[in-house]
Structure formats: structure tokens, C-alpha cells
């Protein structure tokens, strides 16, 4: 699959559509025409372009990068998303793309590993996690959305702010390429990402829920002898996650929130000594990180919005909720927003009947599996990661990591939760190609 370029070329509509005017020698934004304006070219703005063509709604997506290139993200593809694309017709496509199957994953305490959840026997047709560069899944997403002709992609071109009339927002400001552009739309989405700068404009403030720790991202490389098994480690005061993505390992090291100077001044050469009790693999693989340059910092955030919406505007992703890292359901989420918000928006936006009542209804579909998502998230975040960091003896599994490791029907349950997530969406029938 190629790499979607920086399109004002998308298409010829497109083309006549997206030109600056020159009124009087002063250039004044030129103005884009869309039935739905989404800012973000992530999992969550990239899903629903796709969704909305598909169906036959006319779609602008603006991503403020000319490409999906970004290291150390969100690269866990769980079942849940598989069978969105299996919905669609695209998952045999989508499993020719490069990728490492995880079908079950392991906890390590101290020396005890322990089994605790089992995806192969998930009732879907991907039953694994697949891990894949995020990158080749949005170009994969980018690159059927461009089928459909009432799609439209305008890479490096960033949201900077929201048009309203009156109380209602009517679409965003953005810079491109060439300069500043209005897009004018029945419906304006924020899927760009936890730091979003259109929820800002909209006034939407998230209620932090607060996250005790941060992560230290860095790769290692993957000998054709080591294990292939992904795992995590919890050993007193440190947690260590690694992923096996094929050539390389992909490391997570969790530190406290706020300790990442800390852990800098200590030195590379502590780091790396920290690191060598934790490894599967020979010891000697942590002196291949030389410099801070290799690893990269992920400050956890968990937060969400009490109210996703606005007249005209609406927040899905990790704009209207960031999640933790535990589990690694971000980019899932993201995707089950996406699909719900198709599912309720597409009949009312081809009619032109689209009221506030339809955007509350994406919410209130969407809030509970986020909130009860989260709640678990942060049970296991401040009662077994926290712990373990702060702990200074040998740790033991908790008890009810315990019982999901000893019975395999137990072992279903963070299959499920992780995998399917709570509340699971599908694309709905009343999807039509055009
Ligand atoms: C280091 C790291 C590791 C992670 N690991 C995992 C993991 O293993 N598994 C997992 O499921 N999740 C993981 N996540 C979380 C996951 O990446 C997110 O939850 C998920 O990507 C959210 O999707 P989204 O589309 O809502 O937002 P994003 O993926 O953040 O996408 C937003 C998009 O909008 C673009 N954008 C931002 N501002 C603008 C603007 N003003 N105008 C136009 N475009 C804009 C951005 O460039 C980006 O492409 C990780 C996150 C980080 C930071």
C-alpha cells in the first residue's frame, strides 16, 4: 500500500473546491464545502471518514501531518477491530499487511508467570491481538477510504480553530499548505487526539481521572532464539512490558508519574542496570540503548469528557477520553467510537435531519463502555501497577490474578474485556456503498 500523499490532489472536487481567493490583493481563506468536517487522521477521524463515504455522506478529513509516520504508538489491533474490518469486507486484506499475532498473554511476578488471558478462544475470526506499526493500519484505513468518492483527505493541514453561527459550530478553521482554509460543515468532529485543539475552541474541558505512573518507551533487538511470547514483568519497584513485533522489542518500562528527570539523571548506565535483572533474553541486549534519544517518554493521561458534544460538534477518541495504557484498548476504543457515531449519524446527516438529540444519543452510547473501561483500568493502575512500583520485597501475584491464571474459564473474562472491550459495535447494515 502506498503512503497517502499530502492531497490537495484527492480528487478533482476537491481540487475546485480548495483554492485561495484573492479579493482586492488580499488573500482571504478559501472555503471547503463538506457535509462533515473531521479534524484528525488517527484511528478514531480516519475509521469514521471511512464509515460516512462508505455510506455516502460527504467527508473532509484534516490531519495536521503530511504522513501516518509516528513511532511508539498505539500498535495493538485487538479482535475488536478485526471484526469491524471482517464487517467491512477488508480483513483478509488487512492480515496480508505485516504483523505478529498475540494469542495470549502472559504476567510475570517475581519468578511466577502466570497465564491470564487467552484470546484464541474468542468467538471472532482474528481471535489474537495483531500487533502492527500504527502507521501501516492508517494507511490501510486511508487508503480504502479513498475509494469512495465523497471521500476527502488533506494531509498537512491543521485545525486551528471552529467557525460558529450563533450558538452553533458550523465547521473549522485550518492551516494548509498553501494558507488558511474554512471548512463549512452540517457537523464537525474532534478526533484529534488526547491534546485536541478543537475540543479546546469548543470550550470542552476533561475531568483528569489521574494516573500515578508514566512509561519509558525504547526498542531492543530480537534474536531468531529468543522467545516469542510478549509479556509483562512485575518485579518490586519495576514493571517491564515487552512486545514482540517481529525484529525488534518493543519495551515499555513504567516508572512513577513524574519520575522521567529522575531516571535521566541518574545516568543511562543505572538505567540500563535497571533494566538487565528484567530481561528474558541475554542481559547484555540493555547496553544497545546509547542514548536518551532512543527512549521516548509516554505521559500517561486518563481522562474524559462529561459532555462529548456540542450544536454542530462532537469529540470521539482519545478527544473525548484518553485512556491507560493497561490493557492497551486506546486505539480500539477509538475505533468503537468511530463505528457508533456511523451508526447514529449516517441516516440523519444523508437526510439533512441531523439534531443535537442524535449527537447526545453517540455520548450516551459511547460513555458507559468508556467509563466502565476506565474504572477497571484505573483499579488495575493505582491497586497492582502503583503497588509494584512502590514495593521493595519479592512480589506475589494478587489473589485475583491468581484465580484467572488457575481456572481457563476465569482466563475468558480479560480475554473478553481486553479483546471486545465492553459493549462491542458493528458496522451497522444500513451501510450502503455508493
Ligand atoms: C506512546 C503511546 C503508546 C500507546 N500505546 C498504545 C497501545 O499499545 N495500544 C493502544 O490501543 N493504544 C495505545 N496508545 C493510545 C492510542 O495511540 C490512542 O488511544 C489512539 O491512537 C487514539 O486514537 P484517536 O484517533 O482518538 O487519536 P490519535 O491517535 O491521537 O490521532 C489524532 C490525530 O489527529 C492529528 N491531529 C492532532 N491535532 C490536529 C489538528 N489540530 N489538526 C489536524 N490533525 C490533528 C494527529 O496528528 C493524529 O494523527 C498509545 C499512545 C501513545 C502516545
Given at each position: 500500500m502506498s503512503m497517502v500523499e499530502p492531497t490537495w490532489r484527492s480528487t478533482k472536487r476537491a481540487q475546485t473546491l480548495i483554492h485561495m481567493r484573492h479579493e482586492g490583493g488580499i488573500i482571504v481563506p478559501a472555503k471547503v464545502k463538506a457535509t462533515c468536517c473531521i479534524a484528525g487522521g488517527g484511528p478514531a477521524g480516519l475509521m469514521l471518514g471511512l464509515l460516512l463515504a462508505r455510506a455516502g455522506v460527504d467527508v473532509v478529513v484534516l490531519e495536521k501531518h503530511a504522513d501516518f509516520l509516528r513511532d511508539f504508538r498505539g500498535d495493538t489491533i485487538h479482535p475488536s477491530t478485526m471484526q469491524i474490518m471482517d464487517e467491512l469486507g477488508l480483513l483478509d486484506d488487512f492480515l496480508k499487511l505485516p504483523h505478529q499475532p498475540v494469542p495470549q498473554f502472559t504476567l510475570q511476578f517475581g519468578t511466577e508467570?502466570?497465564?491470564?488471558?487467552?484470546?484464541?478462544?474468542?468467538?471472532?475470526?482474528?481471535?489474537?491481538?495483531?500487533?502492527?506499526?500504527q502507521w501501516d493500519f492508517l494507511n490501510f484505513i486511508a487508503g480504502h477510504a479513498q475509494a469512495y468518492p465523497g471521500f476527502r483527505l488533506l494531509m498537512r493541514t491543521q485545525a486551528t480553530g471552529i467557525i460558529r453561527d450563533g450558538s452553533r459550530i458550523c465547521g473549522a478553521t485550518a492551516k494548509?499548505?498553501?494558507g488558511e482554509i474554512e471548512i463549512h460543515a452540517r457537523l464537525t468532529i474532534a478526533a484529534d487526539g488526547r491534546d485536541s485543539t478543537l475540543r479546546g475552541a469548543a470550550a470542552l474541558l476533561p475531568e483528569d481521572l489521574g494516573a500515578p505512573i508514566d512509561v519509558l518507551w525504547f526498542r531492543l533487538s530480537?534474536?531468531?532464539?529468543?522467545?516469542?511470547?510478549?509479556?509483562?514483568?512485575?518485579?518490586?519497584?519495576h514493571i517491564f512490558i515487552m512486545l514482540n513485533r517481529g525484529y525488534y522489542w518493543q519495551c515499555a518500562f513504567v516508572i512513577p508519574k513524574g519520575a522521567n528527570e529522575r531516571v535521566r539523571q541518574a545516568g543511562l548506565s543505572a538505567f540500563r542496570d535497571s533494566l538487565r535483572p528484567l530481561l528474558p533474553v541475554d542481559a547484555a541486549r540493555a547496553d544497545?540503548?546509547?542514548?536518551?534519544?532512543?527512549?521516548?517518554?509516554?505521559v500517561v493521561q486518563v481522562n474524559r469528557l462529561k459532555q462529548w458534544w456540542k450544536p454542530g460538534f462532537l469529540c470521539i477518541g482519545d478527544a473525548a477520553h484518553a485512556m491507560s495504557p493497561v490493557g492497551g484498548v486506546g486505539v480500539n476504543l477509538a475505533v468503537q467510537d468511530a463505528v457508533a457515531a456511523a451508526n447514529i449519524l449516517v441516516e440523519p446527516m444523508r437526510t439533512s435531519k441531523l439534531i443535537d438529540a442524535h449527537l447526545a444519543a453517540v455520548q450516551s452510547r459511547r460513555d458507559w463502555?468508556?467509563?466502565?473501561?476506565?474504572?477497571?483500568?484505573?483499579?488495575?493502575?493505582?491497586?497492582?501497577?502503583?503497588a509494584a512500583l512502590v514495593e521493595t520485597d519479592r512480589l506475589k501475584p494478587p489473589l485475583a490474578i491468581r484465580l484467572i491464571a488457575a481456572i481457563p474459564g476465569l482466563r475468558q473474562l480479560p480475554a473478553r474485556l481486553i479483546g471486545l472491550g465492553v459493549r462491542p459495535e458493528h458496522v451497522s447494515p444500513p451501510l450502503q456503498t455508493t
Open positions: 508467570r502466570l497465564r491470564v488471558a487467552d484470546f484464541s478462544r474468542l468467538p471472532v475470526r482474528a481471535p489474537f491481538i495483531a500487533m502492527m506499526p494548509a499548505p498553501d530480537r534474536h531468531h532464539k529468543d522467545t516469542d511470547q510478549t509479556q509483562a514483568r512485575f518485579d518490586a519497584g544497545e540503548i546509547q542514548d536518551w534519544e532512543q527512549v521516548k517518554l509516554l463502555p468508556t467509563r466502565a473501561t476506565q474504572r477497571l483500568q484505573l483499579l488495575i493502575q493505582n491497586r497492582v501497577v502503583a
